[in-house]
């Protein structure tokens, strides 16, 4: 059972391929990673989590580095702890699944929702994917739709950013 997490550090992960990035992480594990142009959405975020938040660049490295290993291409998996706690229960469910899609797939809503035991709950799986509070890290990119098209992408520039991830990765898309 994951603990309960009592303070947020926030840092910087700059000049990567895709953006400047804002990276938030618990004594726990990660809890956000967004682009730092949409800033206001993670603020909004972590003042949902009730936590003192502090700039702390030193406690935000080794995410940084991995997440910037992983946007070169040398990195397939990540070896950090992340804060499942910090999700909504539904939520939770659904992203620790698509987590677990491999480097260079993809899977649909659709699957995704069956394998929740929810096979009818497609749309609220995009919901909750678009509200994916760490892309990148749980790879919400990887998910798209029952015709093998890239559906939605709230990061970045949307589909092309989705579709640059893909491309990094090897995946075959439609």
């Not at 397939?76 to 491999?102: G, S």
């Not at 678009?130 to 739709?145: D, E, F, K, Q, S």
Request: glycine share 8%; aromatic share 10%; hydrophobic share 40%.
């Amino acid at each position: 059972m994951d603990s309960s997490p009592c303070m947020i550090h926030l840092g910087e992960l700059n000049h990567t391929p895709l953006g400047n990035f804002r990276i938030a992480a618990s004594d726990v594990g990660l809890v956000a990673v967004e682009w730092a142009d949409a800033q206001p959405k993670l603020y909004t975020y972590l003042l949902r989590l009730k936590l003192p938040v502090e700039q702390n660049q030193k406690q935000i490295q080794p995410y940084a580095k991995e997440i910037r290993e992983y946007l070169k291409g040398k990195r397939h998996e990540f070896t950090f702890r992340i804060d499942w706690a910090t999700l909504r229960p539904f939520q939770q469910k659904m992203l620790k699944v698509v987590y677990e899609i491999p480097y260079g797939e993809t899977r649909t809503y659709a699957e995704i929702a069956a394998q929740i035991g929810h096979p009818h709950a497609y749309r609220a799986v995009g919901r909750a994917n678009a509200t994916n509070p760490m892309p990148l890290v749980i790879p919400c990119h990887r998910v798209i739709g029952r015709d093998g098209k890239l559906h939605g992408y709230g990061g970045g520039d949307g589909i092309p950013t989705k579709e640059w991830l893909l491309k990094m990765e090897g995946a075959v898309i439609a």
